[in-house]
């Protein structure tokens, strides 16, 4: 008996809001959490946005005890399930419990500094002779760092300690560490003074101070890098005015009295809407009565209000400005063009970029790594180090109330700690507290948050990390011609009829009219843009569309149908195949098409027209040639491109002598051209190209140009093209401009750029900071980094990330054009 072949079930992938992560070390345990979990396919974490992205088999895994579990290991999550799956109970508010969590360490800072600038009070008598009552005594600062660790660290701790309890210890576990043996250090002195060590409580105080400081302003910097993306957010209404079935007008404007407010999210697909001046457009629809100007800045970054009236569609989010419309409903909820683009970013958020990968393994073993290394600082300089450089060790005392204050200098020359013990566990504490694995964890994220945020600013959809990476390496773009590099809105200019062979004196089969209107008849049956252009010449000629039937269609090539010819003077009246399309399309149904004829198709696609031979009961009848012009932005666009370094060729299946007129106005070489391409055959290209070495961008339009849009290493679609194009597409253009085809890759190479510097400057920061941290230069320039000083730059170094990634702000401030 055969075995029971068993089919998994589809995998689904669902985002958990994840709370209570800070750094990388959290990032890979919340990954180890849910990988462990039956029925999880994969996890992906991001530290900047706190949010899951797992992807699991629906009967064997549960997103809400996913969520559970996470919750009772520490990190507080929920999953965003859709509207009619969410439940009542057990829900976490998130949002809610992040703004507690901010007004908490706000408060935890203020108490943070009051503590430490009674802290330096207490010095006023050693720095500037000024002495307070009770300040300098040893016990105040020993209850200023009792309290600095009882209250604004509290949190601190507790996280360490859960860290460490569950096998995955994070920043806060080296952290509390190294305040902890400094305070215990200082409290067994200030208890056993005949021990002879000195205290030194102000380090608990300024640890916990400098570390909130820097976890406050790095907070912040987050809530700015985010905000881009909170903008889009928040562009989605809330409210609709339904019009109802019995009020809707057939063709003047609704009025106020008519509407009856109700949810955005309970609208449905057919249902008329009024929208009045200054509202937003709360889904997709037709406008079906009313006229007005819709500003679409937020979603494609043209600043020009766009016209609008009965028949045009308007997008969800848009704001309606001067006059009140009613709109047919045609997409909502998560249909809808606002949240396509907020589903695509946020997935583009959401992943993780391959450069990220060694960040990620390093960042798995971090915390452990440092622990270690702390312990061997310590050994060392206990067992070795004092013993081989006594002079380290110097005269004197660090403590509070001698009579030198070397402990408040952050960087201090030749230190005066008289005890080899208490050396070591000064330099074990700066180890553990300089360790930085917040910045591996912040590096990638935030520069891929604020990118993206400004890609939907200015109307640029990139759809992952990934495609950074792969637009960093590019050195070839290849546009497809018709309707990318050109208008996309060709226009038919010559009609020509052709006189019976060898009977030149005869007059030709049919009138350039009726070959018109047999033409428009056969192009019926497709919206290609060439077959768009005859039908609105004959539309515009009066000629009417003549039945068709036994349609056949090749892409690339033409089109051929049988049409009954009762409207046309032929006295039989006798249906005729027409076939329309390439000169290789008509010898593949065995018309002959000779040279002379040729040579006058010939000349016409030296104009840059397009012909499109027309043949009836396999006889050429006659050629139609269109001419679509150029976009006006193709040519500075080609030109930029150029000085940016990159190679740039048109692809197109028109004729050679057709492209090579574009290419000419483009000023592109003849190299450049890659004519007659059917759309089959330009996916095999690309891949031709990518084994010579090139790195492909296809920027394309139509459905013809998916395939090469998954071909190349990354594809770029105009929003204004097909479903299938933009589904297929890495980068989406929603201002339909070629100029943005430049921004879009200048701002994919300026964030990758930003992720290249975050890395680079987390894993200097770290290789630097602990060798100085363990004492590396104390034997040869008597140099030692301090707890406090290390803590502050530990605290500050995951800041610099962020703002390091907030400065692509000033490169591409929001579009005002």
């Known amino acids: 008996m055969a075995p029971e072949v068993v089919i998994p079930a589809l995998a689904r992938t669902i985002a958990i809001d994840v709370t209570g992560m800070k750094c990388a070390g959290c990032v890979r345990a919340v990954e180890q959490e849910l990988t462990q979990c039956e029925g999880v396919v994969s996890a992906t974490v991001n530290l900047a946005t706190e949010v899951a992205t797992v992807q699991y088999q629906p009967g064997t895994a549960n997103p809400v005890k996913l969520a559970e579990k996470l919750t009772a290991a520490g990190f507080p999550s929920q999953p965003r399930l859709p509207v009619g799956d969410r439940t009542s109970t057990g829900q976490i508010d998130i ?3 992040r703004r507690l969590e901010t007004q908490q360490q706000l408060w935890r800072l203020a108490i943070a500094t009051l503590l430490l600038f009674l802290s330096a009070l207490g010095h006023l008598e050693l720095l500037a002779g000024i002495k307070l009552p009770g300040l300098s005594n040893i016990w105040f600062h020993c209850g200023l760092a009792t309290v600095a660790l009882l209250g604004p660290g509290r949190a601190m701790l507790i996280d360490g300690w859960r860290g460490l309890r569950r096998n995955a210890p994070n920043m806060n576990t080296l952290v509390s560490l190294g305040t902890l043996t400094a305070y215990t250090t200082s409290l067994i002195a200030l208890l ?8 030194f409580f102000d380090e608990p105080v300024m640890l916990v101070g400098f570390i909130l400081l820097g976890r406050t302003l790095e907070q912040q910097a987050r809530q700015r890098a985010a905000s881009a993306f909170q903008s889009l957010l928040a562009l989605q209404p809330k409210i609709a005015r339904l019009i109802p079935a019995q009020e809707s007008p057939p063709g003047g404007s609704p009025t106020a009295s008519a509407a009856i407010e109700i949810p955005a999210d309970s609208v449905r697909v057919g249902e008329w809407l009024q929208v009045l001046p200054g509202d937003k457009i709360p889904v997709d629809g037709e406008i079906v009565a009313g006229q007005t100007t819709v500003d679409e800045s937020m979603l494609t970054g043209e600043s020009i209000p766009i016209f609008k009236q009965p028949g045009d569609l308007v997008a969800a989010g848009t704001l309606n400005q001067s006059g009140t419309i009613a709109l047919r409903t045609t997409r909502t909820g998560q249909d809808t063009t606002l949240a396509q683009i907020i589903a695509l970013v946020e997935a583009a958020q959401t992943q993780k970029a391959p450069i990220q990968r060694l960040a990620d393994v390093v960042a798995g073993y971090f915390t452990y790594g440092v622990m270690t290394i702390a312990t061997l600082t310590f050994c060392f300089w206990y067992f070795f180090g004092t013993h081989l450089w006594p002079e380290v060790l110097g005269t004197g005392d660090w403590g509070i109330g001698s009579s030198h204050l070397m402990s408040h200098h952050f960087l201090t020359h030749h230190p005066t700690t008289p005890s080899p013990l208490l050396l070591s566990l000064k330099l074990a504490i700066a180890v553990l507290v300089v360790a930085c694995p917040c910045a591996l964890g912040l590096a990638t994220p935030t520069a891929i948050l604020v990118g993206s945020g400004i890609g939907a600013e200015r109307g640029l959809l990139i759809r992952g990390s990934d495609i950074l990476e792969r637009v960093s390496h590019l050195n070839t773009i290849i546009f497809d011609k018709t309707g990318t590099l050109t208008t996309g809105k060709p226009t038919v200019t010559d009609c020509l009829v052709i006189s019976p062979p060898h009977s030149s004196t005869s007059p030709p089969l049919y009138s350039s009219s009726t070959l018109l209107q047999l033409a428009a008849s056969v192009e019926s049956g497709t919206r290609h843009p060439l077959a768009i252009a005859i039908q609105q010449q004959a539309q515009q000629q009066e000629l009417p569309v003549l039945p068709a039937q036994d349609f056949v269609t090749t892409p690339g090539l033409g089109v051929g149908a049988t049409v009954l010819q ?35 198709a010939q000349s016409l696609a030296q104009a840059g027209k397009t012909v499109v031979y027309v043949a009836v009961n396999d006889r050429v009848a006659g050629m139609i040639a269109v001419l679509d012009i150029l976009r006006p932005d193709a040519e500075p666009m080609v030109t930029e491109l150029k000085r940016m370094g990159l190679q740039v060729m048109m692809l197109t299946g028109d004729r050679q002598e057709t492209a090579t007129a574009i290419a000419q106005a483009l000023n592109l070489p003849a190299e450049a051209i890659l004519a007659e391409v059917r759309p089959e055959a330009k996916a095999h290209l690309i891949a031709n190209l990518q084994q010579q070495g090139y790195r492909v961008a296809m920027v394309g339009d139509g459905i013809n140009d998916a395939p090469a849009l998954a071909q190349a290493d990354v594809g770029i679609a105009l929003h204004s093209g097909t479903d299938v194009a933009t589904e297929t597409a890495g980068i989406i253009l929603m201002r339909d401009r070629l100029t943005d085809v430049v921004e879009s890759i200048r701002l994919s190479r300026a964030t990758f750029n930003k992720i290249q510097q975050n890395l680079f400057w987390a894993f200097a920061y770290n290789i630097l900071g602990i060798p100085l941290a363990a004492g590396v230069l104390l034997p040869t320039l008597g140099i030692l980094l301090s707890p406090a000083a290390a803590g502050a730059m530990m605290a500050f170094s995951s800041v610099s990330v962020v703002m390091n990634s907030l400065l692509l702000y000033l490169t591409f401030s929001p579009s005002k054009s």
Do not use: M, N, Y
Not at 192 to 199: H, I, K, M, N, T
Not at 566 to 592: F, M, Y
């Open 95 to 97: 949002q809610e419990r």
């Open 566 to 600: 009762d409207a046309v003077s032929d006295p039989d009246q006798r249906p005729v195949r027409v076939i329309l399309g390439t000169l290789d399309w008509l010898e593949q149904h065995q018309v002959k098409v000779d040279e002379e004829i040729q040579q006058q």
């Open 192 to 199: 056993f003074p005949q021990l002879g060590w000195e205290c």
